[in-house]
């Protein structure tokens, strides 16, 4: 996985003013786009697409203060087919205008080059399981919510807290098979996983394809395949985060299994009453790498 990341970003740089072919250099490496995605937002704490349109530019605004050619020139060098637009992403990233930094030489925000390697220290106990399961329903309620990648959502925290007490109740009545219990279900999540951007949140159970489910409830199918179970004990979501974080820099990089398209589901086990402490199981889709 290392090798193939550091390819991406040699990719990225011979082709800063092209579209890149992720797909390509994925399949090429013995992996998937979604994969090779998911574990570059995850280790370079960005999306792929926001590292490149720092790298274009970082590159771009020594074009544009040597002052050697004019900014259309430059815009369209660098994928651009209009000074405005190539303004908007330059000033996104140096909080300037691109006249005003040719004039006075800044303000710049570089973006270096990134460079990717495995360091593996253990320092975060990993409890695992690898689970083949055959194809299940998560139902439930559902919402779109925004993507906040550490500390409690207040989105989700919100629509849980709607529900009546003995929805909670109803809901785990109805639970048939695996992952049991009340469950946290994320869906839809874009492969950069941009921090902000929205994905799919069903707080429900898993039944059976077959289990009847009342028509008042959101529905998500999910196909038959092999799960990565990661179970972790300590303050919540802290302990929970810090595990799906390891999974990324620790797990992925060291074990020949790869990601593959599907909802993220995290089952509570036990936790205490105020849920400042809880034991869950991180349930991730995977494939052989």
């Known amino acids: 996985m290392i090798p193939a990341l550091n390819q991406l970003v040699d990719h990225v740089e011979r082709h800063l003013s092209e579209e890149l072919d992720v797909r390509g250099l994925a399949d090429g490496a013995g992996t998937t786009e979604y994969h090779l995605r998911r574990m570059f937002s995850s280790l370079a704490g960005m999306p792929l697409s926001e590292y490149v349109r720092r790298r274009r530019m970082t590159v771009a605004a020594a074009d544009v203060v040597r002052g050697e050619d004019d900014l259309l020139s430059i815009a369209v060098r660098y994928g651009y087919g ?14 300037a205008v691109p006249r005003d ?4 030489g800044g303000p710049l925000r570089t ?40 500390g409690v959502n207040p989105h989700i ?68 395949g ?25 797990w992925f990089p060291s074990n020949p299994w790869r990601l593959r398209p599907g909802p993220s589901v995290v089952a509570v086990l ?20």
Request: hydrophobic letters at 40%; aromatic letters at 6%; charged letters at 25%.
């Open 82 to 95: 209009s000074t405005e637009a190539f303004g908007r992403a330059f000033r996104a990233v140096h909080g």
């Open 111 to 150: 973006q270096p080059r990134l460079s990717f390697r495995l360091t593996v220290e253990g320092n975060i106990p990993m409890d695992i399981r690898l689970v083949d399961r055959p194809a299940f329903r998560l139902i439930g309620h559902a919402a779109r919510v925004p993507l906040i990648h550490q």
């Open 157 to 224: 925290q919100r629509h849980i807290a709607a529900l009546p007490q003995e929805e909670h109740a109803r809901l785990k009545a109805l639970g048939d098979t695996e992952p049991g219990g009340l469950l946290q279900v994320c869906d839809d999540l874009a492969p950069d996983a941009v921090e902000g951007s929205e994905l799919t949140y069903l707080h429900g159970v898993a039944v059976g394809p077959d289990t009847p489910a009342p028509d008042d409830l959101d529905a998500v199918g999910v196909p038959a």
């Open 101 to 104: 930094v040719r004039r006075d």
């Open 226 to 250: 092999r799960w990565a179970v990661f179970r972790s004990s300590g303050p919540y979501p802290a302990a929970l985060q810090t595990t799906w974080a390891a999974t990324a820099t620790e």
């Open 270 to 289: 036990e936790r205490a009453a105020d849920f400042s402490t809880a034991t869950t199981e991180l349930w991730l889709p995977v494939e052989p790498a």
